[in-house]
């Protein structure tokens, strides 16, 4: 569904110099598929996202969305950040529809669909309240919310747990899981936590920085649903040998 | 609501207890030490005259109080949309701001018998010296909060389609409401410093004008009477943004100087 085809990015900085960010980049994420993207500061995960959203242009390469080049954004992919972003003047409802109603696809099931979705994510009762009255994990799950509200079938999020407590993040991802298998969307998740790519992802993507490069792809063959006492299991384990060795070798190798 | 006033009242008490005891001081210590009239006068004495000279001090006070607004009411008009246009490119940006550093460079007393000459002896050139006193500020503060909004609140907008007009009214100028609220504050002062600026330069009314022509005869409680009504003037207008923000902007006066910080 998402295809991404010898994808080059280099970004021309204020003073005239070229930084490349992403080096031929090809990734296949089929549709309802959970992709992390793991890999050291820097190394273009940010980037990766904002190409597969149409926010910034490819260098040379193409990015497929159904068989079309993405050159813009789309109305079905949707973006979480790291902090939540939310609109200080608005409550959370009307936090959660503002994606839909910029688009102008509001309607009268809207509102409704909103306050559902807002339910599922444990935040009812709080529709009227500001986002500086919620808790950091509350205002990121709205931040959540607002996304799964447009229906996106490519779910992007950038660390989007990142500025949690490890107890919020844990349940967070959790959560995440069981929104994400109620409908079938494609996830790509981009983190800093090896553990949590392995509990969320089908596969796990490593990147390697300066210029970021795809190092290796692992698959995560853990049944779902999943949970945190799988951590203890030998496929568990095995993957996050694997990745720690994918990510420090090639740190050991920029040193060198 | 009602716990709330009755916490603003007592957090209010010593601004109350330390003007009081100021003006006592000052009243006892006039006449311990037999302080001339001309020189100091006591609070009694500045209140007689207020009360004596009523009618025409409240005649300068509406005439003053005319300018204020126009001038307050023009940097409003002007500094909004210029905001917004500095605010929209850095090419435009680039432009403008040198043209405002300039304008904010000029002494404004120099510039208000020039323009005394150029636009005649008429409401006008007050008008102009008390909009080139407060607008600055307004312009600064509002380019700030258009600017200050979160990239990641901006590509929200764009991931949604949203073109650069949509972005201006939905994410960029709700966001700077704070940040205009609190250069309007700073504005509805300067107007009242403008006003009388003006004034004291060319008029036939207004505070600035009575209080010249107060000392010119030794009439010096009317003039400190003229300088109280404008500092009335300015705690009233300041008072009436802040509530006309808490009134249309709830979420805003809250989160001032927050939304930078936690964003
Ligand atoms: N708009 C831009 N202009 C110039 N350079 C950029 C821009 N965006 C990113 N870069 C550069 O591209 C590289 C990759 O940045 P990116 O933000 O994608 O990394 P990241 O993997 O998301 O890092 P982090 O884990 O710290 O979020 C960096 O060297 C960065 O300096
Ligand atoms: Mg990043």
């Given at each position: 569904m998402?295809?991404?085809?010898?994808?080059?990015k280099?970004?021309?900085?204020?003073d005239?110099?070229?930084?490349?960010?992403?080096?031929?980049i090809?990734l296949?994420i089929?549709?309802?598929?959970?992709?992390?993207?793991?890999?050291?500061?820097?190394c273009?995960?940010?980037?990766?996202?904002?190409?597969?959203?149409?926010?910034?242009?490819?260098?040379?390469?193409?990015v497929?969305?159904?068989n079309?080049p993405?050159?813009?954004?789309?109305t079905d992919?949707?973006?979480?950040?790291?902090?939540a972003?939310?609109?200080?003047?608005?409550d959370?409802?009307?936090?959660v529809?503002f994606p839909?109603?910029?688009?102008?696809?509001?309607?009268?099931?809207?509102?409704?669909k909103?306050?559902?979705l807002?339910?599922?994510?444990?935040?009812?009762g709080?529709?009227?309240?500001?986002?500086?009255?919620l808790?950091g994990?509350?205002?990121?799950?709205?931040?959540?919310?607002?996304?799964?509200l447009?229906e996106?079938?490519v779910l992007?999020?950038?660390?989007?747990?990142?500025?949690?407590?490890?107890?919020?993040r844990?349940?967070m991802?959790?959560e995440?899981l069981?929104?994400?298998?109620?409908?079938?969307?494609?996830?790509?998740?981009?983190?800093h936590?090896?553990?949590e790519?392995?509990?969320?992802?089908?596969?796990?993507?490593?990147?390697s920085?300066r210029?970021?490069r795809i190092?290796?792809?692992?698959?995560?063959?853990?049944?779902r649903?999943?949970?945190?006492?799988?951590?203890g299991?030998?496929?568990?384990?095995?993957?996050?040998a694997?990745?720690?060795?994918?990510?420090?070798?090639?740190?050991?190798?920029?040193?060198? | 609501?009602?716990?709330?006033?009755?916490?603003?009242?007592?957090?209010?008490?010593?601004?109350?207890?330390?003007?009081?005891?100021?003006?006592?001081?000052?009243?006892?210590?006039?006449?311990?030490?037999?302080i001339?009239?001309?020189?100091?006068?006591?609070?009694?004495?500045?209140?007689?005259?207020?009360?004596?000279?009523?009618?025409?001090?409240l005649?300068?006070t509406?005439?003053?109080?005319?300018?204020v607004?126009?001038g307050f009411?023009?940097?409003?008009?002007?500094s909004?949309p210029l905001?917004?246009?500095?605010?929209?490119?850095?090419?435009?940006s680039?432009?403008?701001?040198?043209l405002?550093?300039?304008?904010q460079?000029?002494?404004?007393v120099?510039?208000a018998?020039?323009?005394?000459?150029?636009?005649?002896a008429?409401e006008?050139?007050?008008?102009?010296?008390?909009?080139?006193?407060a607008?600055?500020?307004?312009?600064v503060?509002s380019?700030a909060g258009?600017?200050a909004?979160p990239?990641?609140?901006?590509?929200?907008?764009?991931?949604?389609?949203?073109?650069?007009?949509?972005e201006?009214?939905?994410i960029?100028?709700?966001?700077?409401?704070?940040?205009?609220?609190?250069?309007?504050k700073?504005?509805?002062?300067?107007?009242?410093v403008?006003a009388v600026?003006?004034?004291?330069v060319?008029?036939?009314?207004?505070?600035g004008?009575?209080?010249?022509?107060?000392?010119?005869?030794f009439?010096?409680?009317?003039?400190?009477?003229?300088?109280?009504m404008?500092?009335l003037?300015?705690?009233v207008?300041?008072q009436a943004v802040?509530?006309?923000?808490?009134?249309?902007?709830?979420?805003?006066s809250s989160?001032?100087?927050?939304?930078?910080?936690?964003?």
């Amino acid at each position: 569904m998402i295809r991404l085809e010898n994808v080059n990015k280099t970004f021309r900085g204020r003073d005239g110099t070229a930084v490349e960010a992403l080096r031929d980049i090809s990734l296949d994420i089929a549709a309802g598929e959970f992709v992390a993207i793991v890999g050291a500061s820097g190394c273009g995960k940010s980037t990766l996202l904002r190409l597969v959203a149409g926010l910034v242009p490819t260098s040379s390469g193409q990015v497929m969305l159904d068989n079309a080049p993405v050159t813009e954004p789309r109305t079905d992919t949707a973006m979480v950040f790291q902090a939540a972003t939310l609109l200080p003047w608005a409550d959370v409802l009307r936090n959660v529809t503002f994606p839909i109603r910029l688009m102008h696809q509001h309607d009268t099931k809207t509102d409704d669909k909103a306050r559902a979705l807002l339910a599922t994510a444990g935040l009812s009762g709080f529709e009227t309240k500001l986002p500086r009255e919620l808790s950091g994990g509350m205002q990121q799950r709205v931040a959540i919310c607002r996304a799964l509200l447009q229906e996106p079938r490519v779910l992007l999020m950038d660390e989007p747990f990142g500025a949690l407590d490890a107890l919020t993040r844990e349940e967070m991802s959790l959560e995440l899981l069981r929104l994400w298998s109620a409908r079938k969307m494609a996830v790509i998740f981009v983190t800093h936590s090896i553990s949590e790519a392995i509990l969320l992802a089908d596969r796990v993507v490593v990147m390697s920085p300066r210029p970021g490069r795809i190092a290796d792809i692992i698959n995560i063959a853990l049944p779902r649903p999943r949970s945190f006492e799988q951590e203890g299991t030998e496929e568990f384990q095995r993957c996050a040998a694997r990745i720690r060795a994918l990510i420090f070798k090639g740190r050991d190798a920029n040193a060198a | 609501m009602q716990p709330d006033r009755k916490a603003r009242l007592i957090a209010s008490l010593p601004a109350w207890g330390a003007t009081i005891a100021l003006l006592l001081i000052w009243e006892i210590s006039v006449h311990v030490f037999q302080i001339r009239e001309f020189i100091l006068p006591a609070p009694s004495a500045i209140w007689e005259a207020c009360v004596s000279a009523w009618p025409n001090l409240l005649r300068h006070t509406l005439a003053t109080l005319g300018t204020v607004l126009m001038g307050f009411f023009a940097s409003v008009i002007i500094s909004l949309p210029l905001a917004m246009l500095i605010a929209s490119s850095p090419t435009t940006s680039a432009a403008i701001y040198p043209l405002l550093v300039i304008t904010q460079s000029i002494p404004k007393v120099a510039l208000a018998p020039i323009l005394i000459v150029a636009l005649g002896a008429n409401e006008m050139p007050r008008i102009i010296v008390t909009f080139l006193v407060a607008f600055f500020p307004l312009v600064v503060s509002s380019v700030a909060g258009l600017l200050a909004v979160p990239p990641e609140l901006i590509e929200l907008g764009r991931a949604c389609r949203a073109g650069r007009f949509q972005e201006l009214l939905r994410i960029r100028l709700p966001f700077a409401v704070p940040f205009v609220f609190g250069g309007l504050k700073v504005a509805a002062a300067l107007s009242v410093v403008g006003a009388v600026v003006a004034e004291f330069v060319g008029a036939d009314a207004g505070l600035g004008y009575l209080i010249q022509t107060s000392m010119a005869f030794f009439r010096t409680p009317l003039a400190f009477g003229a300088v109280v009504m404008l500092a009335l003037m300015g705690i009233v207008l300041f008072q009436a943004v802040a509530l006309t923000e808490r009134l249309l902007f709830p979420w805003s006066s809250s989160v001032e100087g927050t939304t930078t910080a936690t964003s």
